[in-house]
T-cell receptor, first 113, second 108 residues
Framework: NAGVTQTPKFQVLKTGQSMTLQCAQD?????MYWYRQDPGMGLRLIYY???????DKGEVPNGYNVSRLNKREFSLRLESAAPSQTSVYFC????????????FGPGTRLTVL | QKEVEQNSGPLSVPEGAIASLNCTYS??????FFWYRQYSGKSPELIMF????GDKEDGRFTAQLNKASQYVSLLIRDSQPSDSATYLC????????FGAGTRLTVKP
């Protein structure tokens, strides 16, 4: 089992460019999540999908959109990247039951110039 | 006030000692509590979770929860240099909220 995979691992964008971060899980989990991690801030939830066909905003959704393509895949899109979006992005998945243990992908390190 | 607070450290302990990591949270309705370990440049990995008051032991790790005091802690016994990492406390009610983490260094 690969667990949670993310692509790409690294990305450099110019301000105003767009891109999509991809995430896939092979654990048959219902719920999927996108976080960003900044120094001194911890992990902050951007969006989550409790089940296939649903998405909800988290703590810091502005500037992002998501798509739950199917049960396995959950993508994060930056429509017009800004330097404030420079961060490490983690995707996670969980069964959706309690306690809701989340399993994380390897992360994408994004730099916006 | 942050929803989940941790001392950022660094916390330094000698090899073989007990490392004590602490976390406080503000939402009294929080239902489950998690400790993750994150090595530099890597993703968080679950150590253990707890949802009832008291202690829960798993090998060298013990999680302690006191809901009345809104406090959760992680004890690492017989600390090893391989335990050197950042430890993230996470609290779940409707969604997961993470603390900023405590950096632990175990010196040989």
């Amino acid at each position: 089992n690969a667990g949670v995979t993310q692509t790409p691992k690294f990305q450099v964008l110019k301000t105003g460019q767009s891109m999509t971060l991809q995430c896939a899980q092979d654990m048959n989990h219902n719920s999927m999540y996108w976080y960003r991690q900044d120094p001194g801030m911890g992990l902050r939830l951007i969006y989550y999908s409790a089940s296939e066909g649903t998405t909800d905003k988290g703590e810091v959704p502005n500037g992002y959109n998501v798509s739950r393509l199917n049960k396995r895949e959950f993508s994060l899109r930056l429509e017009s990247a800004a330097p404030s979006q420079t961060s490490v992005y983690f995707c996670a998945s969980s069964t959706g039951g309690g306690p809701d243990t989340q399993y994380f992908g390897p992360g994408t390190r994004l730099t916006v110039l | 006030q942050k929803e989940v607070e941790q001392n950022s450290g660094p916390l330094s302990v000698p090899e073989g000692a007990i490392a004590s990591l602490n976390c406080t949270y503000s939402d009294r309705g929080s239902q489950s509590f998690f400790w993750y370990r994150q090595y530099s440049g890597k993703s968080p990995e679950l150590i253990m979770f707890i949802y009832s008051n008291g202690d829960k032991e798993d090998g060298r790790f013990t999680a302690q929860l006191n809901k009345a005091s809104q406090y959760v802690s992680l004890l690492i016994r017989d600390s090893q240099p391989s335990d050197s990492a950042t430890y993230l406390c996470a609290v779940n009610r409707n969604d997961m909220r993470f603390g900023a983490g405590t950096r632990l260094t175990v010196k040989p």
